[in-house]
């Protein structure tokens, strides 16, 4: 297994692929991270009039917003891992190479189980770098108010890397089912790109904003990893820091948790537990799925 992994890791190593994608989920994710946080400036004075913040007594400075625009970046970002996962098995299909990795492999599963091995770890590098654009795009778009601790940051990194790595195996599997590059990338851009954004939106509509079944849906469980950390976080810090917290309703901090979950855009999404526990229930049945197709095509 340990020599099929290295046979991978080069093989991906050889391609260009591999840090074209990177190269490009660094720059989405370092620009809105940096576009978000600076532009958070013009919404700054509205958001210390808001209800919460009024009735809690708190200050903005209380308050590290930018975990939402971090949060935010980072599930833009993860269309490019998912992208990545996706032609992993698709090319090889399409270019009929995977005949002679069978070939010079054990056996097919023991290939396919380094597929996955490997992919997984590729989907880490991909969190871990995207996270780190996204980091600094806060930074310097901020001009360092308004930060994450240090504590918060690495929840939310830890999530953002499950995510990536959950991503791109999801995708690893779909690009195994369908089996075509080209057909794996259109697939997969469109549901990350509109139909699973707007299948969100619909849904959460429909259910007034409430956790609903956009949140069971892969897109709305991935968001929700780091978006119900996000929301958790805010909420937690209001709780801390609040001088009248008396007066807020646990309604009205429900509300700010929806509305922070919103922004960060985990729509209709669950708690960080239940929305990790979904998403991995997603990607593995895709992958799968999509090893089992594999596994069991006529090659010849």
């Not at 032609?87 to 270019?95: D, F, M, Q, V, W």
């Not at 010079?104 to 770098?129: C, E, F, H, S, V």
């Not at 940051?153 to 995708?171: H, M, R």
């Not at 409430?210 to 469980?221: E, I, R, T």
Request: hydrophobic residues 55%; charged residues 10%.
């Amino acid at each position: 297994m340990g020599k099929l992994i290295k046979a991978e890791f080069r093989k991906i190593l050889s391609t260009k692929l591999w840090w074209g994608l990177l190269l490009i989920a660094l720059l989405i994710a370092g620009t809105w991270a940096g576009m978000l946080s600076s532009a958070f400036g013009d919404l700054a004075a509205e958001l210390s009039r808001s209800e919460v913040m009024r009735l809690a007594g708190l200050q903005l400075n209380d308050i590290s917003f930018s975990v939402v625009f971090l949060t935010r970046a980072i599930n833009i970002a993860t269309i490019f891992p998912m992208l990545f996962g996706g032609l992993a098995i698709a090319s090889e299909l399409g270019r009929k190479t995977i005949t002679t990795s069978f070939l010079t492999a054990p056996n097919r599963a023991m290939l396919l189980g380094a597929k996955g091995i490997t992919y997984a770890i590729w989907g880490a590098i991909y969190g871990i770098a995207i996270i780190g654009a996204a980091t600094l795009g806060i930074v310097i778009g901020s001009g360092g108010d308004h930060l994450v601790g240090f504590s918060t940051w690495l929840a939310i990194a830890a999530a953002g890397v499950l995510s990536c790595v959950l991503w791109t195996l999801l995708g690893l599997g779909v690009g195994a089912l369908i089996g075509s590059p080209v057909g794996t990338v259109i697939v997969l851009l469109v549901y990350g790109l509109a139909l699973g954004p707007i299948s969100d939106l619909v849904f959460t509509g429909m259910a007034g904003g409430d956790a609903n079944v956009a949140g069971a849906l892969p897109n709305g469980a991935a968001n929700g990893l780091t978006g119900a950390t996000a929301a958790d976080t805010l909420a937690g810090e209001i709780q801390a820091n609040a001088t009248g917290m008396s007066k807020v309703s646990s309604d009205l901090l429900e509300g700010f948790q929806d509305t922070a979950r919103f922004a960060a855009g985990g729509l209709g999404s669950f708690g960080l537990a239940a929305s990790a526990a979904i998403f991995f229930t997603w990607a593995m049945l895709f992958l799968a799925l999509g090893l089992w197709r594999t596994q069991s095509r006529d090659i010849t």
